[in-house]
């Protein structure tokens, strides 16, 4: 479906981020006196942002994928509505990616911002736990 609406040959989009405003999942944002207002999206494609969408709440009801853990750490911070464009958005990004360059999808895995930056994933967890009244003392494992 998403080929069909695009077509296979990606050239005509430079960017993915132009295919993603094409598409109608670039957020939109207004700028006036040095204020950015975060608004709706463009309208787009509508048939490709329903294929989008479908494939979009898919992944959000799955658990063992990077886009999955994505969509759920955004869906915590901003909302569900808008986890669900941001997914999109990924998703289209990765297609572009798989037409231009040739490649397949390499899927970091659903613990991969555990792994992406351990420190910080640490200095988190003893802020949870001194918040609830425990003294933490961290010793590195063998």
Request: charged content about 20%.
């Amino acid at each position: 479906m998403i080929i069909a609406e695009t077509g296979a040959d990606m050239t005509v989009f430079p960017t993915a981020a132009h295919l993603c405003a094409w598409a109608g999942t670039s957020p939109g944002l207004h700028q006036s006196a040095g204020t950015n207002v975060p608004v709706k999206t463009r309208h787009g494609n509508a048939h490709l942002k329903a294929a989008l969408g479908m494939a979009a709440f898919n992944i959000a009801k799955q658990h063992n994928s990077y886009l999955s853990a994505r969509y759920r750490r955004l869906a915590a911070r901003r909302g569900k509505k808008r986890a669900i464009v941001a997914t999109e958005r990924a998703i289209l990004t990765a297609i572009w990616h798989m037409l231009t360059d040739g490649t397949f999808y390499q899927d970091p895995g659903p613990d991969y911002y555990l792994k992406h930056n351990p420190a910080r994933r640490a200095n988190q967890a003893i802020r949870e736990l001194t918040s609830l009244g425990y003294q933490v003392t961290l010793v590195k494992a063998a």
